[in-house]
Each structure stands twice: as C-alpha cells, then as structure tokens.
C-alpha cells in the first residue's frame, strides 16, 4: 500500500530499559492523528525511531511504508521515501540560509528519487519558497535567515513547517515542543499545518498538551502510557483527556488494539 504508514508491535528500548512496548498505529493519507500521553510515555522516543535516531534499539515490530519495513532504511532514505520528520536537522547551521538550505534539502530529495534530476532551479525555487511562504505567512526577510542561528522557538518551529511544505511528504510525524510556543507562534504554527493538510498527506502530531488540537482539529487521538496506546477515538478524546487527566489510563491499562 502506498497510502498507509503502519506501525506494528512496536519495541523499542535504550541500553537501560524498554520503552516501546508494542505500538500500533496505521496512518492513512488524508487524516490527522494527534498522539497524546503524559510525560516519560514514550512519545518522543515514537518520533525518534520513525526516524532512526541511533539511541534506540528496536527490539520487535516494523513500520511499513511503500512495501518496505522503513526500520530498515537510514534516516535520509525515508525522507526521500516521502516521510518528513521534524528534528530532522535541529542544530544552528551559521552561514547558511534557510532558503539555500530547503532548496539543498529539495534538490537531494529529488536527486534520490530521480538521479537524473537536474535540480530545481534558483530562479525556480524563489518562486516555490516565495509562494510557500506566503501561504504560512512568513515575512520575505526569514529566507534570507542563517539557519536556525538565534531562532526563537517559534521560528525554529515554523522554519519546519515551512520546510515540510517545501518539501510536500506524503506523511509528516511532527512532536510538538508546544510549550516552548507563545499564542501566537503557536497559532501560525496550526496555520501551517492546516494549510499543508490534504487528501495526499498524512499527519502524526505529537503533544503533551490539548492545546494546539483546538487549532488543529484531528480526525484520531490515540492516548500513550507507559510505552503502549491505551486508548483511541475521535477528537472528543482530547476532550475528555482535558477534563479527566491520564489517571484512568495509568491505574486500568487496557491492551492495545492489535
Ligand atoms: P515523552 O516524549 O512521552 O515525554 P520520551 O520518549 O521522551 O517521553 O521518554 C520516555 C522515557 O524514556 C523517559 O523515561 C525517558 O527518560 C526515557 N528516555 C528517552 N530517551 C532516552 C535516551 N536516549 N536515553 C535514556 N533514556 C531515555
Ligand atoms: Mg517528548
């Protein structure tokens, strides 16, 4: 299936202990899935071996994309594959701009899936990044930004949104650092995303907090405790996740739907 990114039984562990404890998820194109879940669950741990950060060990379980178990892929091949995953490139990068560097990051990705791709274009890409930009009502100037090179959380984080949208993957895992984000940031962000949201793509947005889910309304919530879904529904389970906390979750765990 080309459409679907489907993670079965899931383990995955650091030297110390076992984190993932059997996740499964199927993500189809077209639908948004918010994954939620207390601090320690294990959801940055999730982001980070879709991946392939080498921290973690993956123990059982595959991620099925395009035919292929991805777990079996390094980190550049599944972005060329059309998987977008945010902390891809998290470190300050002085005397390069994020326009040389989303049109080095588009060139690679087609260059991986063509090899006889010539490349996009200068001229090309500033118009690509001119009307993205616009779309995410980014002022011109942020292009012409070093990258990353004194960002404010709420700019490093729309710098990712801006380069998913150059990049248009078929499925982005975002895991949001919403508390590093004021209102503002935090609702340009959401605009991002919608913006970016169609029938072509699929989205996994991590977070601790219900609060960008009221500005990107999704069509699942899953609920991870202790390394396992424990719960899945519409968005009234956020709703529900506000009023009540993770309690009932953590004291009666049921197991995950297989
Ligand atoms: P969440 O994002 O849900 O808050 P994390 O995935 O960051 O949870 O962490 C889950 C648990 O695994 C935590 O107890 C954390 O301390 C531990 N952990 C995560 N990454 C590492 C690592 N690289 N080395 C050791 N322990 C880790
Ligand atoms: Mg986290």
Redesign the pocket.
């Known amino acids: 299936m080309t459409d679907t990114l489907e993670i079965r039984n899931l383990h995955a562990r ?4 076992e ?1 993932l404890k059997g996740v499964n998820l199927t993500l189809r194109k077209g639908e948004v899935h918010a994954l939620m ?10 982001a ?1 071996v879709l991946m392939g950060h080498p ?2 060990e993956v123990t059982e379980g595959e991620v099925l994309f395009k035919g292929q178990n991805i777990l079996e892929l390094d980190p550049e091949e599944r972005a060329h594959l059309g998987l977008f995953l945010a902390f891809q490139y998290p470190v300050a990068v002085p005397g390069v701009t994020v326009a040389n560097f989303l049109r080095a990051a588009l060139n690679a990705k087609r260059q991986a899936q063509n090899p006889d791709d010539p490349g996009i274009s200068v001229l090309e890409f500033r118009k690509l990044l001119t009307e993205k930009m616009r779309l995410l009502g980014l002022s011109p100037d942020f292009a012409g930004r070093y990258l990353n090179d004194g960002f404010s959380g709420g700019e490093k984080k729309k710098t990712e949104v801006l380069q998913m949208a150059v990049l248009d993957p078929e499925f982005a895992i975002l ?1 949001e650092t919403d508390s590093g984000l004021d209102i503002d940031a935090l609702r340009a962000v959401a605009h991002g995303i919608n913006a970016l949201r169609g029938p072509e793509r699929g989205f996994l947005v ?1 977070t ?1 907090y219900k609060r960008i889910l009221d500005h990107i309304r999704p069509d699942y919530v899953h609920i ?1 405790v202790d390394g396992r879904i424990v719960a899945s529904g519409g968005p009234e389970l956020a709703d529900q996740l506000e009023a009540e906390g993770y309690k009932q979750w953590r004291e009666e765990p049921v197991s995950p739907a297989a």
């Open positions: 650091t030297e110390e202990r984190i879940g207390p601090n320690g669950a294990g959801k940055s741990t999730l980070y921290a973690y895991d991590i601790h991870l």
